[in-house]
DNA sequence: CGAGTGATTGACTTAGATCAATGACCGTGG
DNA sequence: CCACGGTCATTGATCTAAGTCAATCACTCG
């Protein structure tokens, strides 16, 4: 549990200033209650800092399609501070709380500081470059390299080690797999000789080239 | 051809101030050769014009992992703004045309002219957005359900055509499907009744509940 | 007219999803 | 302090949807 955290403690950073955070102010939500419904105006940026929440759009016939499924450390809506309506639902899916930036605050900051602004345009940018590694991760068919991108992604410097961020189980979410599927082809992999697995991390084995 | 054409230049439009766009410089690469190089100094950022370039990073064996492939009318390289090195490599893969904006002219931009600096924050948090609603469509296995998402997702006003931005066999690849899969789960969408399939549109029918 | 590409369908194979069972671990309450 | 319920980790068996290989037809373009 406290591992998970840690993963999600480190997901977004710092980027807006004291003042603004201090600003923010925290709601409760139960499942199935709204944050926010699609065509109402925008009030600001929201930070999910307990529970989940998801975005989905409704059509016609009340079919709805999940945009996105956000968890604790993720901010929604970053888009609606540019726009004057929500342009879908967001609904919590768990007991939620989520701290909501008010966004004309958040405007006039980036108006004035521009040091402000930048630093939400740096997190945006490596959002953006984030998102498009884990979508060519995505693309790779075979589990065993699509672990293997992960891997190469997240080793340390030294090049080696992989430290876990939470649980495999986690993990294989993140992977796009099933955990069954993850747990067996990290056992191949350590078969093979290609990792070694210490508790709570993975070595790669050099040899495997 | 045209079609490619039309569906890649409305992927990113006009944010960034004439200004700029004027200032932006073509640069040519033939296949194999960098955009840039891991560590160098950024110097701004790209633009693809034509062609495709592919961000990679390199292990110390020489191994390559890729982060991303851009094609026409993707921008490479918005974090660089915000960094003093590139923290990757841009090669590209076949005959291509990028043209570069210069860092320190946009950055420079966003500070006297805070719409050009919303410009681009709402240009990111829309990539963002698309994104994440991309990889979310991407946890979903079934081929069948992705193209309802899919189609659900791109349908007019109406909500009962989509047309479609290319040619199928590029709509696979943007589904992370095979193109065979998308035929055959077209053809079978069809044949219940769920689609229509006019040239070059898809039209859903509501009766599919 | 022939080359190149998209669209389509068939046959076959397989990797990963699904269903299921088990052991290890952990925190909790009696 | 220990038994119990819950979750993670792991492995087995089975099934199936999607990938792969392959062939055909339609179109377009020079």
Redesign the pocket.
């Known amino acids: 549990?406290r591992q998970i955290q840690a993963g999600q403690k480190r997901k977004r950073a710092g980027w807006l200033p004291q003042s603004i955070r201090d600003a923010g102010s925290d709601r409760t939500r139960k499942p199935g209650e709204f944050l926010f419904r699609r065509d109402a105006p925008t009030v600001g940026l929201y930070e999910v800092v307990k529970g989940t929440v998801k975005l989905v759009r409704l059509d016609a016939s009340g079919r709805e399609t999940v945009l996105y499924v956000a968890s604790a450390g993720d901010f929604i809506a970053e888009a609606s501070l540019f726009s004057s309506t929500y342009h879908c639902d967001a609904i919590a899916t768990t007991k939620t709380v989520v701290r909501l930036y008010p966004k004309n605050l958040l405007l006039r900051e980036f108006e004035r500081n521009a040091e402000a602004a930048q630093a939400f345009m740096a997190m945006l940018a490596e959002q953006v470059m984030s998102l498009r590694t884990k979508l060519e991760q995505r693309n790779i068919?075979?589990?065993?390299?699509?672990v293997r991108h992960y891997l190469a992604l997240n080793r340390d410097i030294a090049g080696r080690t992989v430290t876990?961020p939470?649980?495999?189980?986690?993990?294989?979410g993140e992977l796009?797999?099933?955990?069954?599927?993850?747990?067996?082809?990290?056992?191949e992999m350590a078969a093979d000789g290609e990792i070694e697995?210490p508790k709570g991390k993975i070595k790669l084995n050099p040899s495997a080239l």
Not at 176 to 187: D, F, I, P
């Open positions: 549990m068919h075979s589990a065993r390299d699509r876990l939470g649980t495999l189980k986690d993990l294989a796009g797999l099933t955990h069954e599927a993850l747990y067996r082809t990290l056992a697995r």
